[in-house]
């Protein structure tokens, strides 16, 4: 599958919208199941962004003008929105600058803080076996501290590509929370910082599993990520912005699968681990779960 490619839709045949690439090319594409469920309507004349046969992201009220910079258009798409490693390669060349110049906003407020918290969180000792999962240009793991044998995967060929032109001590392969590539109980320890919220509410569950099944006994997990405590802060939030007029967010907090802390909790807990979590900004939270298998029981 390539990358999502902007077009603008020519017309509709039941669930089906055909749109004219950039490239110029006629194509017929279904909306994503995302756009489905959150009621996102397209008409003809809108630009959307198409990946493969589906439509992933409507621009609203963009108009046909000159010198549109199409590449920075799609590196505003949600990143819970980006499915594929095509459009996550697209924002690897200007990452760290888009962290770094978003760093006074919600979004990213903390941002280095909050990476340096899971770090610590985690404890990792001298010869332990680490996984960064979604390493995206290795920002998390250039804290691990010396002598931990690190390893880190990300969907992205071109985030890895990022990782190693950094130079970093770090086996690197392509995987995801859904698909890690490594035998069972590999890890001491399992680190992300920015990237579970690319996950679906039952994608998450799955990706706990996945996680569990490549820990050690009396391992540790700690994600730094987008998360509310439960429901109702949720709708605290959504309040808050409507206050301060903060349209982006809202829509931010509509795009992207913010964890709910309450249910990763519980499924944590059905798993054998005992849990902590911390705040670390407004809308981030650090979340730290240890193994209990192989501890004496109480």
């Known amino acids: 599958m390539g990358p999502c490619i902007p077009g603008q839709v020519t017309g509709r045949s039941g ?60 590196r505003e798409i949600p990143s819970g929105l980006l499915a594929s490693r095509g459009c996550h390669d697209a924002q690897a060349e200007h ?20 990476l340096d918290r899971v770090i610590e969180l985690a404890e990792i000792g001298e010869d332990m076996t680490v996984l960064d999962i979604g390493i995206g240009t290795g920002l998390l793991s250039e804290r691990v501290p010396g002598g931990a044998n690190l390893h880190g995967i ?13 130079g970093l001590p770090v086996k690197l ?47 540790r997990i700690v994600i730094g990520d987008l998360m509310v405590e439960n429901a109702r802060q949720m709708d605290e939030l959504r309040q808050r912005f409507v206050r301060e007029g903060r349209t982006d967010l809202l829509e931010e907090l509509e795009d992207e699968y913010f964890t709910d802390l309450e249910l990763a909790t519980q499924t ?12 670390g900004s407004v809308l981030s939270l650090i979340l730290s779960a240890k193994s209990t298998d192989g501890f004496p029981a109480k």
């Open 173 to 219: 392969v392509e995987g995801s929370f859904l698909a890690i590539p490594y035998p069972d109980q590999t890890f001491d320890r399992i680190i992300s910082t920015f990237a579970f919220h690319h996950l679906t509410p039952m994608e998450k569950v799955l990706g706990f599993k996945e996680m569990d099944r490549v820990l050690k006994p009396k391992g």
């Open 15 to 74: 669930d089906q919208f055909t749109v004219r690439l950039l490239t110029g090319a006629p194509v017929v594409a279904a909306l994503s199941d995302s756009m489905v469920s959150r009621g996102i309507l397209v008409e003809p004349g809108q630009w959307v962004a198409v990946l493969g046969d589906r439509i992933i992201y409507r621009w609203k009220d963009l108009q046909v003008m000159a010198n549109i910079d199409w590449p920075a258009l799609i």
């Open 95 to 114: 990452y760290e600058e888009e962290v770094r110049a978003g760093l006074n906003d919600y979004i990213r407020e903390n941002y280095f803080a909050i």
């Open 154 to 166: 990300d969907i992205s060929p071109k985030m890895l590509e990022k990782v190693r032109e950094k």
């Open 268 to 279: 944590l807990a059905s798993l054998g681990y005992e849990t902590a979590w911390e705040r």
